[in-house]
């Protein structure tokens, strides 16, 4: 029954959307969106669209800083100052309001750096602390404003999640200006932000000031929390300052691409956010952005070119094919090399044997082979003949090898018999134009520690031919040498 | 300004609520004290172990926990007894804790995996798996808003008002300061018999590895543990005590204390300290009793922050004044000569 109560009392939901319409198809809704007509609509798509791309420029600089909870307890930490300043005017002035937050975000701020120097606390909890102090302040304050007489209709508690709907004509140019000049401050001191986010020591050297710098970031944050409070309400600004960067900061490691992005995936947010609130009856704007806003990074976490969780498994997963690959072409060669590569094919059985594995697991590397076209499978699937591909790829690794290990015993005098285990990861590794090195540098050496032959150029790129069945292993390679 | 803070009168703030209404006035304080202490010590830990902020995401992020288990709830009665259930059937208290356990649970796992899988650090990880959450919840929230007996306001200032009117004719206790007091009492219990387990993990994690403690295990009971406190305080005080909570009076311990136990005493002090004069202020201010308490709590540090014999402001500033008056009979380092590079040289 008491919350039957509560329920009734509080009709914050009802009203935070933005088309205050009864129940249309969306479809309906859909046409309206895109044909602009709502003059609230234009409003709060304007709205989210600035918002959006602020918070995106600026929540870059606190994410690279690893200051990302900072927009957190900043935009809790505004709401004292939210309510002060509608006590100052007694309505919903946009510009007391927007002095008040800002003034109490940049105490909040403050606040943050006087607690971690004072005393022995750690800064995570010196923000939980500002946030949740200054936060429950405003919640006294706003719960004393709404039990004036004249506090009851003024919707300040519309300010703790938000409504697009409610942002008017006044808001849109705040909202205008603080993300000029926001866009003005970051291009004209682009190179201090930079210094000062990323090497503050360096800025101190070069006499950079670099706790001004700090605090007009401070500042700007706290411009850009309280245009946003208006769409999308305390509790969730903190995500539009987070989330939109690290998508960008998934994608790019540049601070100007990052910056570029940001205000893009923001912008993105912020209109899918207006359209899906508008969209359903009965969706509140700042959730939908946030969500729309968290899509975006949940994509870029997973499928961003270089970084991305998907691409990064998928390489790694194929460079484990790859070098398993190569240790099987490897065998191959090795076995072909004990009969003095006399005869075509390897069977199935020798090579299980030379790996020591079953002939199960022999069939199955040779398949792979056989789909990588390195070798052909014949009599039944029971020999593998090297395709000339294959024999390049076998007799690369094997010099390579080989290569290393006479390189590990000349060059660094390591024992000939500590050799093998480093060479056998390297092998994968070394490119053709190191390959040319170490060969100059070992003055084309023919033999390895173990007195085995090291493939040639020449014995490599006998192309078309499947595997040398060659009377006389070539006793110098090619260039004469040792 | 006048009608917004009422003339303070000692009677009506202080005397008449105990004198008059005993029994009411008893279950709300009652009610913030064990969640006070409750949220109280398990933030002690959440502060050694540099986690405070994930305190403030598993108490946003229990939001759609508790949304899935209203839905379930609906699903389950609606299947037994036709589509109007009413509101009353729709709490199951066991279906809410299953619920926010596995918002936290996925919380804490989300977080590790978005930091530890990628280039993106703990703080924004914190900050998008929990905003994420919470965004989600409110969309459920207003979705099935006639199928879930919750909104927002609730989840975050609560009504501890309302736990005295829980009070049953049959009943001793109020469900919820019950429920609250079984968690509370559990905490106590959870952490004298893993006293020694906590106390290494939270301090040398590197010496509880070694020790054979498994950190991870320890790491995701926490977060169990949390998900479960803030579920049973969430209801009656909303997500902003809990939050004030988990740091106040670790804090304030922190500033008075340098050893765990006497930690662990402080946080008990400042937690029934700050309820009592939290309760008091919000009769005195008229607002919601949640707030004030956790204004009070932040009062309560601030005083510590101040006035600590030891760490505090009063205290360091009195030292350094001391130690710059003492100054001469601190033995002079060697001279470098009378170069202008010393600066002792004039």
Redesign the interface.
């Known amino acids: ?7 009734a009392a ?1 009709p ?2 009802q009203a ?1 959307r933005i088309g205050d319409v009864s129940d249309t198809h969306w479809l309906e809704q859909a046409v309206r969106f895109f044909s602009f007509q709502d003059p609230s609509l234009r409003y709060a798509l304007i709205g989210s669209i600035l918002l959006g791309v602020t918070c995106g420029l600026l929540g870059s600089f606190i ?1 690279v800083r ?4 900072m ?2 307890a900043l935009s809790h930490a505004v709401l004292p100052g939210v309510a002060i300043g509608f ?1 100052w005017s007694m309505s919903k002035n946009p510009v007391a309001i927007f002095i008040g937050a800002t003034v109490a975000g940049l105490l909040g701020a403050l606040m943050v750096n006087l ?1 971690t120097q ?5 800064e ?2 010196a ?3 500002v ?3 200054f ?3 405003g ?3 706003v ?3 709404q ?3 004249t506090g009851t209709k003024t919707g300040i ?1 519309k300010f ?2 938000g409504q697009a709907a409610a942002i008017g004509a006044g808001d849109v140019w705040l909202m205008s200006g603080v993300a000029v000049l926001s866009l003005l401050a970051i291009t004209l001191f682009y190179k201090q932000f930079l210094v000062t986010s990323f090497d503050p020591g360096f800025g101190r050297v070069i006499g950079m000031p670099v706790q001004v710098f700090h605090l007009v970031l401070m500042l700007l944050l706290a411009f850009a929390v309280v245009i946003a409070l208006q769409a999308v309400g305390v ?2 600004v ?2 539009m ?3 939109p ?2 998508a960008a ?2 994608l790019t490691d540049r601070l100007h691409r990052m910056l570029v992005l940001a205000a893009l995936f923001g912008l993105l947010s912020g209109a899918i956010g207006a359209f899906l609130s508008f969209l ?1 009856n ?3 704007t ?3 952005m ?2 729309a806003a ?1 899509l975006v ?1 949940g994509a870029a ?1 997973l499928g961003a070119p270089r ?3 998907i691409t990064r498994w998928w390489r790694q997963r194929s460079r484990v094919r790859r070098i398993g690959r190569e240790n099987t072409l490897k065998s191959i060669y090795h076995v072909l090399e004990d009969r003095d590569f006399v005869g075509e094919g390897v069977s199935l059985k020798e090579l299980a044997e030379r790996r020591r594995e079953t002939i199960e697991e022999a069939r199955r590397q040779a398949r792979e082979l056989h789909r990588h076209d390195f070798a052909t499978l014949q009599d039944e699937d029971h020999s593998i003949w090297l395709t000339p591909r294959g024999w390049q790829r076998a007799a690369a690794i094997v010099r390579n090898h080989r290569l290393w290990e006479l390189y590990l015993t000349h060059s660094a005098s390591i024992a000939a018999d500590h050799v093998h285990e480093d060479a056998e990861k390297i092998e994968h590794v070394l490119g053709e134009d190191v390959v040319r090195q170490l060969e100059r540098h070992l003055d084309f050496a023919t033999r390895d520690p173990h007195g085995k032959r090291i493939p040639s150029s020449v014995d490599i790129h006998q192309a078309g031919r499947p595997a040398p069945s060659r009377e006389d292993p070539r006793p110098t390679g090619y260039g004469g040498g040792s | 300004m006048s ?3 009422p003339a303070f009168d000692w009677q009506q703030v202080v005397v008449s609520p105990w004198r008059d209404d005993p029994g009411t006035f008893f279950w709300i304080a009652l009610m913030g004290f064990l969640v006070t202490v409750t949220c109280g010590l398990v933030g002690n830990y959440l ?1 050694l172990r ?4 994930v ?2 995401a598993i108490s ?1 992020s229990v939001l759609p926990g508790l949304a899935l288990a209203f839905l379930a709830a609906y699903a389950i009665s609606a299947s037994q007894q036709g589509p109007d259930v009413p ?1 009353e059937d729709l ?1 199951k208290p066991l279906l809410m804790f299953a619920g926010a356990l596995a918002a936290g649970i996925l919380t804490a796992v989300l977080i590790e995996w ?1 930091h530890t ?5 703990q ?2 990880a ?3 798996t929990f ?2 959450l ?3 919840g ?2 459920l ?3 099935f ?1 006639s199928r879930i ?1 919750l ?4 989840v ?2 609560g ?1 501890i008002g ?1 736990v005295p ?2 009070l049953g004719p049959g009943d001793w206790v109020p469900p919820s300061v019950l429920r609250m007091g079984i968690v509370a009492l559990l905490t106590v219990v959870w952490i004298v018999v893993f006293y020694k387990e906590l106390l290494v993990s939270s301090f040398d994690p590197g010496l509880a590895a070694s020790l054979g403690i498994n950190a991870t295990l320890v790491h995701y009971a926490m977060m169990c543990w949390l998900s479960v406190v803030v579920v049973s305080a969430f209801e009656s005080v909303g997500a ?2 809990v ?2 909570m ?3 009076p ?2 304030t311990a ?2 008075l204390a340098r050893r765990l136990p006497a930690m662990l005493l402080w946080t008990v002090l400042q937690a029934a300290l700050s309820s009592l004069l939290g309760l008091h202020l ?1 009769l005195w ?4 009793p ?3 308490m ?2 009070a709590a ?1 009062g309560l ?1 601030v005083v510590a ?1 101040v006035a600590a014999p030891r ?1 505090g ?1 009063l205290a ?1 500033w009195w030292r350094r004044r001391q130690m710059a008056l003492e100054e001469p009979s601190i033995p002079e380092p060697p001279a470098l000569g009378d170069g202008p590079m010393n600066p002792r040289s004039d």
């Open positions: 029954m008491p919350l039957l109560l509560m329920l509080s914050s939901l935070a994410v690893k200051l990302a909870l927009g957190d006590l607690l004072t005393t022995r606390l750690k995570d909890t923000l939980g602390m946030l949740a102090g936060f429950a302040l919640v006294c304050l719960s004393m404003i039990r004036l007489p508690d703790l999640f509790v969730l903190s995500a300052l987070i989330t960067p690290a900061y998934m359903g009965s969706l509140p700042g959730p939908c946030v969500l968290s990074f976490f970084h991305g969780v | 009608e917004l803070i502060i540099r986690m405070a902020l305190g403030d946003h509101h709490r978005i899988k990628s280039r993106v650090k703080d924004a914190i900050g998008i905003s994420s919470f965004a989600f409110v969309i929230i207003s979705l808003a007996d909104d927002q306001d609730c975050l200032y009504e309302y009117l829980e902003i005590l939050i004030a988990l740091v106040f670790g804090a922190s500033m919000s201010l008229d607002c919601y949640a707030g004030a956790a204004v932040a540090f922050w760490e402001l360091t």
